[in-house]
């Protein structure tokens, strides 16, 4: 079963920058297609970005294009969240699951992690 397990949230200023992982436990994560969600408190869970097993092809939600990097390093069995200039309305919790490459969408396999707490406030 893939586990994935979120790291790297924090409290920061607008403006800032933070990078999240997502590790993988269990299995090899080189053929899943993997993307980050978040959800803000009284929103539902939005698609921020997908990257696709090889990490040829990257989605991004309009909202974080030329902000947000996706990468990931199949031999660390993990994927990245790169976010820069970051905004008061990023804040929220960041979960990675696997997504479909095509729309960016919960893929509805795998396993929910705990995610991570991004907040941006001055």
């Known amino acids: 079963q893939l586990q994935l397990v979120e790291s790297g949230g924090g409290s920061v200023q607008p403006g800032g920058s933070l990078r999240l992982s997502c590790a993988a436990s269990?299995?090899?994560?080189?053929?899943?297609?993997i993307g980050w969600f978040r959800q803000a408190p009284g929103r539902e869970r939005e698609r921020v970005s997908c990257?696709?097993?090889?990490?040829?092809?990257?989605k991004y939600a309009d909202s974080v294009k030329g902000r947000f990097t996706i990468s990931r390093d199949n031999r660390k069995n993990t994927v990245y969240l790169q976010m820069n200039s970051l905004k008061p309305e990023d804040t929220g919790v960041y979960y990675c699951?696997?997504?479909?490459?095509?729309?960016?969408?919960?893929?509805?396999?795998?396993?929910w992690g705990l995610g991570t707490q991004v907040t941006v406030s001055s």
């Open positions: 699951a696997p997504c479909v490459v095509a729309t960016g969408s919960y893929a509805g396999i795998g396993h």
């Open positions: 269990g299995v090899t994560l080189d053929y899943y297609t």
């Open positions: 990257i696709s097993s090889s990490g040829s092809i990257r």
